[in-house]
């Protein structure tokens, strides 16, 4: 076992450097893992772009890692072997909390940090309870997403849809076209709305029915005339942006629910009749995370097709040039950037 490994650190704002770095420490209670893709997530980003500022530097970034397991804790129960492709849940919740015992996991109140490390890097240790094995179908740069998607199931299950609902997902980045797939598996009619052409593409590749490429007034009246003028029964709106959450609010018909799954940054208001919500009966909310469930859920669709991921997938860059790949996201350049750390 190597005693250094490969990482990229973030040293401030758009500084990121590959260089060695202590391999992450291990104990009997844990699995040692060989990391071997990351995906670059909006939040690695934010913390690239001075979005949010870190107390101290340098900070690991990259929470959507996977790999193979390579050490087993002589404490560790659990059927592991060595060879074994895995997927970490970085979440580790406590169980017994107030929020847990609510089954409220995503707001756990005593997170148990360090018990599952990695990112961009080499190497990776995580407790097997976090640890899910990836189907031999799914190749690593798809399971990249059980993390994210996780997310998208935690916020799609805020919108309640059923079936034949008219359902909107207010842009088609990543997390929107994943939006996309999962409205469209519930059954729903999906609207797909962005700005730029190229996502509304993929939008329509993943099973989007219609497609809007408009800003807020043009986008609005689209969706009222493709439900009757009534408005759509479900909007998602995935990205943060203070005049989509306006439009959104503008969309949705007669008790339509509208979930704010994307925070805004920097943070921002919103222009904001309140009677929109009280005369249609709204049921805005939010969502934030993910729950271990949703973490196994996630990874079952990927296994079972029913969200395609690899047309998500727009880049997938070694360690070494892992700016271009925050540039690129910076830049809306691309969609998914998923980060080759080791791939033998
Ligand atoms: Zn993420
Ligand atoms: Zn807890």
New binding site residues.
Partial sequence: MPDKMKAALLYGVKDVRVEQMDMPSMDESKVLINIKYC?V????VRWYTGARSASSYPRRLG??WVGEVIQIGAEVEEDFKIGDRVAPDWRVVCGKCHYCRRGIFNYCEDFGYGKVSGGFCEYGTAIPPNLRLIPSGVSYPEATFT??LA?CINGINKNSIKIGDDVVIVGTGPIGLMHVQLAKHLGGRVIACDLVEERLEVAKQVGADEVICAAKKEAIEKVKELTGGRGANSIVVAVGAPNAIEMALQMAGICGTVNLFAGTYPPAKIDLDPNLIHYKQLLVTGSHDFTPHDFTSALKLIECGVVKLKPIISHILPLERIKEGFDTVVEKKGLKVVIKITDK
């Fill in positions: 995906g997530c909006p939040s690695d929470h959507e993390e994210p997310c």
